[in-house]
């Protein structure tokens, strides 16, 4: 086939079938897409909520703490990005299903949930750790982050599919020094996304996982404020520098774009090169 006839071929793929043609240009597109991220006032959360929220998501943000609520809102609104806020314990059943309600009523369904919300009550050896340590950030890091997808899953459903990201740690793979109780929650978060994949693939919802490395957050700031940790984790990296909320944002807002649509069950470890391996 010669230059000339190969060039009419293209042209004639173009005007018969625009759609596929179009593809690569929208499909990062979330337009129209309606997304809760829990924890999302601050951190990865918020740097999740500006990610979806700039690809054309209306996202719905959320804290324990109404101050930061309205700060964040005030923040993605100035960046033209269709918000929602509200206040939310996500350890507490009602204020699950307030956040979940409040969406539906503002926004009309639910596609995308990132579960972001984490505590870390703990810092020292595991076996100083206490009933009432395991008890709360189990609560909180894992049965909360099933409790929330269990209730948007119906949601979903009903709009054809959707997605679910959860963010769990470098941590859930190598735990750290002094956060033995937070490092298991976030191996059973790893758990978590491979075991709801299957089931929830029936109803088109892909479950994925983020596994960040330490990032530059308050939540982060008892590890990067001590220098000898910190120096000793740096030697594992590859790109030896602290990650940014932003870096883990993109992440997410790809896991939930049809980019990633052949994509679920799966854990992207974003660590600057470090090892990750169960």
């Not at 996202?59 to 960046?79: E, F, I, M």
């Not at 997808?149 to 599919?161: A, E, S």
Request: hydrophobic share 40%; aromatic share 4%.
């Amino acid at each position: 086939m010669n230059g000339r006839v190969m060039l009419k071929s293209v042209f004639r793929c173009l005007r018969t079938n625009p759609v596929s043609c179009q593809r690569n240009m929208s499909q990062s597109s979330l337009a129209g897409k309606v997304a809760i991220v829990t924890a999302s006032t601050d951190g990865i959360g918020l740097a999740a909520a500006q990610a979806l929220g700039k690809r054309g998501a209306h996202v719905v943000v959320s804290s324990r703490r109404q101050a930061n609520v309205d700060k964040a809102v005030a923040l993605l609104q100035s960046q033209s990005i269709t918000v929602t806020g509200t206040t939310c314990n996500v350890g507490k059943e009602e204020d699950r299903e307030k956040l979940v309600q409040l969406t539906l009523d503002q926004c009309g369904g639910i596609d995308i949930l990132v579960s972001n919300a984490a505590v870390n009550p703990f810092f020292g050896n595991i076996m100083d750790s206490t009933e009432d340590v395991w008890d709360k950030i189990l609560s909180v890091n894992v049965t909360s982050a099933f409790l929330m997808t269990k209730l948007v899953v119906p949601h979903m459903t009903k709009r054809g599919g959707g997605n679910v990201v959860f963010v769990s740690s470098v941590a859930g793979y190598q735990p750290m020094q002094a956060l033995g109780p937070y490092s298991v929650s976030k191996t059973a978060l790893l758990g978590l996304t491979r075991a709801l994949a299957p089931e929830l693939a029936q109803s088109n919802i892909r479950v994925n996982c983020v596994a960040p490395g330490v990032i530059k957050t308050k939540f982060s700031s008892a590890l990067t404020g001590n220098e000898d940790i910190m120096d000793e984790f740096k030697k594992q990296l590859s790109i030896k520098r602290v990650g940014e909320p932003e870096e883990i944002g993109g992440v997410i807002a790809f896991l939930c774009s049809e980019d990633a649509s052949y994509i679920t069950g799966e854990t992207i470890t974003v660590t600057g090169g470090i090892g990750c391996r169960l």
